[in-house]
């Protein structure tokens, strides 16, 4: 069992940065599939940014280049570096975790999922 805490959500200027935290138990974090989903309000929950134990990364296209995901190992703990915030990245944003990816990034494939930080971000 694998329990996720998100942290670092908040009220954002268009332009403005935010860093997301995702707080895991567990000793066998490093072992974890970490992603990053999102889901605003009328819309279905979608892929961000995953990094898988070996630290390598995977982005969706409409943040490449804005959004930097991360993992410390030590911590238990994979970040989420928010830079360049459009309105349109407003949503909920979701840490889960799987052990063993094995479709790809998608939200039904992920086993363990946190509640949820909230971004704004106002125009």
């Known amino acids: 069992q694998v329990q996720l805490v998100e942290s670092g959500g908040g009220l954002v200027q268009a332009g403005g940065s935010l860093r997301l935290s995702c707080a895991a138990s567990?000793?066998?974090?490093?072992?974890?599939?970490m992603g990053w989903f999102r889901q605003a309000p009328g819309k279905e929950r979608e892929f961000v940014a995953g990094v898988w134990s070996d630290t390598t990364t995977s982005y969706a296209d409409f943040v490449k280049g804005r959004f930097t995901i991360s993992r410390d190992n030590a911590k238990n703990t994979v970040y989420l570096q928010m830079n360049s915030l459009k309105p349109e990245d407003a949503a909920v944003y979701y840490c889960?975790?799987?052990?063993?990816?094995?479709?790809?990034?998608?939200?039904?494939?992920?086993?363990?999922w946190g509640k949820g930080t909230l971004v704004t971000v106002s125009s």
């Open positions: 889960a975790a799987v052990q063993r990816l094995r479709v790809g990034f998608q939200a039904n494939a992920m086993d363990y």
């Open positions: 567990g000793r066998t974090f490093s072992t974890y599939v």
